[in-house]
């Protein structure tokens, strides 16, 4: 049975070793404890990754992907007007409330234009002492928008008209059209980078040396921002140590000081893990297997889980190999084809859900939209009845073939170099070859991640992770010659259904009504199974348990978006 020489991970996992290299020594001192405490409370994180800048928006515009843990720690210095909860609602961050429409600071015009307004907290200031004003949100607004930084990582740059300052605390945001998302401008959520940027620090360099304003110290060494940790040290290769700001907006963080380590290697993270010489793990971390193992074996602690992506099956409807890949008939019967319970019980333990559509039960939408999704159970029967229905007949070796003959030719199967998803893509194969069609797995070359025009004419599936982001999949994203091969919709994917109900999503603000549109938009998804889901992609977060307040990441915010509660016990 295909299955049988798959347990092999098994063995594989049971051999993965644990020692490392000795943990390092206790965080140096890195500030002062609050008035009347004895020993300041201090705790150390661990991300996968080596940071050469603490800015996200310039290592995602420098890189074309975020470094590993870097939104985060920058989460943990600098504050945006608002953050996102777990729940997919906007708290206040410097600003005092969020816009919403019903206290009146979001405004939908006649002329179908539309206004949002944010007052700053008086007491909001730099990690330097100087007060966060209106100008540094319109100088932020500035280079966000200037196009040879290609800074700006918030799509809602696109709608809007202007940004101002009518005086030092409010900010007034013009829109050229309604933009649902529009309340969380200047802040860090899963699809935006730019937080707030200090204008007295950074303007003289924007104004006269812009080809070297992303190198400042201000994004490196002397980071300064408004967040509830300033920078005390920063060995690169190494480590940051961080000081609780006694001025935070939301109050004073309760863990006094936090080192965060930079480990790029996996096992060694669960050696730190395991040792106690970490606490808990930011961002991008372990692999679904080895998260499985530390659970195994950490009573000192919990794996939190957050089912942040989907790993999926993406399509390729320009010149696509086999031809029949662009019918929706051909891509259910290869949906029916896999046995994806099977390979979540196998691969990752039961630990994540069989995934149905791009949005996890944990989006704060799931309720919403689940009445309209598509669901295809495990059934090869009526993926070999589907294909006869298409004209394909079995040949005397089993594999389907066209009416003239000729076989369906080989479905490539494409991924990075990434451990799980090269086991999932051989079953996967096999899969497909027991109802006659055949799939080749392929691994990307380490030198052509970053050729786009390779990455973009794929001719069969690409096997990746991807978010609940229905906007990737709007036509006029479509990478090709005319934008050298650098738009959103890797697929490229045309639906003129699927750009109006996107259009209408984008600018339908009240959520009653914008849920039923997404439910629509999901219904279209998963009937014509614009990309074939496969399962819930977890991002564990390692957790001590004492620590007290922490979690994995939640729906649209960062890991650390309550961290000034995070508590020792």
């Known amino acids: ?318 010149n696509a190999q086999p031809t029949q890949l662009t019918d929706a008939r051909f891509r259910r019967a290869l949906m029916y084809a896999m046995d994806r319970q099977q390979i979540v019980d196998t691969f990752l333990a039961g630990f994540v859900p069989v995934a149905d559509s791009n949005y996890s039960p944990e989006e704060p939408e799931y309720n919403d939209i689940k009445a309209q999704i598509v669901r295809y159970e495990f059934d090869p029967r009526k993926s070999i009845q589907i294909l006869e229905g298409m004209g394909l007949t079995r040949g005397t070796d089993g594999m389907f073939r066209d009416a003239s003959g000729v076989p369906v030719a080989p479905i490539e199967i494409r991924t990075r170099t990434h451990p799980l998803r090269e086991k999932v893509q051989q079953v996967i194969a096999d899969e497909w070859r027991d109802v006659g069609l055949m799939g080749e797995p392929l691994v990307v070359p380490e030198q052509r991640i970053n050729d786009r025009e390779y990455q973009a004419t794929y001719p069969g599936f690409y096997f990746r992770f991807g978010g609940p982001d229905e906007n990737e999949f709007d036509s006029c994203c479509i990478p090709g010659p005319e934008n050298n091969f650098s738009g959103n919709d890797g697929t490229r994917y045309k639906s003129a259904e699927l750009d109006g109900l996107l259009q209408r999503f984008r600018t339908t603000i009240p959520r009653s009504e914008r849920m039923d549109v997404l439910g629509q938009i999901m219904h279209h998804m998963t009937d014509q199974l614009v990309i074939l889901p496969m399962y819930h992609e977890p991002e564990p977060a390692l957790i001590s348990n004492h620590l007290v307040g922490a979690a994995g990441r939640r729906a649209d915010g960062v890991q650390t978006w309550n961290v000034q509660d995070w508590d020792l016990k």
Not at 121 to 148: C, E, M, Y
């Open 1 to 318: 049975m295909r299955w049988s020489r798959l347990i092999v991970l098994l063995l594989t996992l049971a051999s993965i070793g644990l020692t490392a290299c000795a943990a390092p020594s206790t965080p140096t001192q890195v500030g002062s404890p609050p008035a009347g405490s004895a020993d300041p409370k201090r705790i150390t994180a661990g991300i996968r990754g080596d940071p050469k800048i603490l800015n996200d928006a310039i290592n995602f515009a420098a890189g074309g992907s975020s470094v590993a843990g870097v939104r985060e720690i920058e989460n943990l210095l600098n504050a945006g007007l608002t953050v996102s909860r777990p729940d997919g609602t906007q708290g206040p961050q410097l600003a005092e409330v969020a816009p919403t429409l019903q206290n009146g600071l979001w405004k939908l015009l006649p002329d179908g234009h539309m206004e949002l307004t944010w007052k700053l907290r008086g007491n909001a200031a730099w990690h330097d002492g100087v007060p966060v004003t209106a100008d540094d949100l319109v100088f932020s607004a500035q280079v966000a928008r200037d196009k040879g930084l290609a800074m700006s990582q918030d799509p809602a740059f696109k709608f809007i008209d202007t940004v101002e300052a009518p005086d030092t605390n409010t900010v007034l945001v013009r829109w050229s059209q309604p933009f649902v998302d529009a309340d969380k401008l200047f802040s860090q959520t899963r699809n935006n980078r730019n937080l707030p940027l200090p204008k007295h620090l950074l303007e003289s360099t924007y104004l006269d040396d812009k080809v070297n304003f992303t190198q400042s110290s201000v994004f490196g060494q002397n980071y300064v921002g408004t967040g509830p940790y300033k920078l005390q040290a920063w060995e690169l290769g190494g480590f940051l140590n961080l000081a609780a700001n006694d001025q935070y907006v939301l109050g004073r963080p309760k863990i006094d000081e936090i080192q965060v380590r930079f480990i790029l290697d996996t096992n060694t993270i669960m050696a730190h893990i395991l040792s106690g010489a970490v606490d808990v793990t930011l961002g991008r971390g372990l692999d679904p297997e080895q998260a499985i193992l530390v659970r195994q074996q950490w009573s000192d602690g919990s794996v939190d889980a957050g089912l942040q992506n989907t790993t999926q099956l993406r399509p390729q409807y320009l």
